[in-house]
């Protein structure tokens, strides 16, 4: 069974900052686009950022834009999110994804990610 490791998470004041990695098996991580989706309590999961394979594509949801960075090391099959200015409402599960190739493409569809990670709690307190 494909596992994706999510590390990072924890519980942070807002206005703080939190950095998750995510290291997944090469096979998988080699030419995968790849992703960060959170859930909420009581909410759907969504999509949070997605980055290319080679790095150059990013794309981000409204909610985070500005305030999370996500990247890549492919030299160790690992992708991160680095989570600045962080408010309440930033509280939840975060999972990282492994979707299709992607040279320069960015996914953004729950669907679209074929492996994922067991999740890593972001709590955000005032």
């Known amino acids: 069974q494909v596992q994706l490791v999510e590390s990072g998470g924890g519980l942070v004041q807002a206005g703080g900052s939190l950095r998750l990695s995510c290291l997944a098996p090469?096979?998988?991580?080699?030419?995968?686009?790849m992703g960060w989706f959170r859930q909420a309590p009581g909410k759907e999961r969504e999509f949070v950022a997605g980055?290319?394979?080679?790095?150059?594509?990013?794309y981000y949801a409204d909610s985070v834009k500005g305030r999370f960075t996500i990247s890549r090391d492919n030299a160790k099959n690992t992708v991160y999110l680095q989570l600045n200015s962080l408010k309440l409402e930033d509280t939840a599960v975060y999972y990282c994804?492994?979707?299709?190739?992607?040279?320069?493409?960015?996914?953004?569809?729950?669907?679209?990610?074929?492996?994922w990670g067991q999740g890593t709690q972001v709590a955000v307190s005032i």
């Open positions: 994804a492994a979707g299709p190739a992607g040279y320069n493409t960015v996914y953004y569809d729950t669907e679209r990610y074929n492996y």
């Open positions: 090469g096979r998988i991580f080699s030419s995968a686009a």
């Open positions: 980055i290319s394979w080679s790095g150059s594509s990013r």
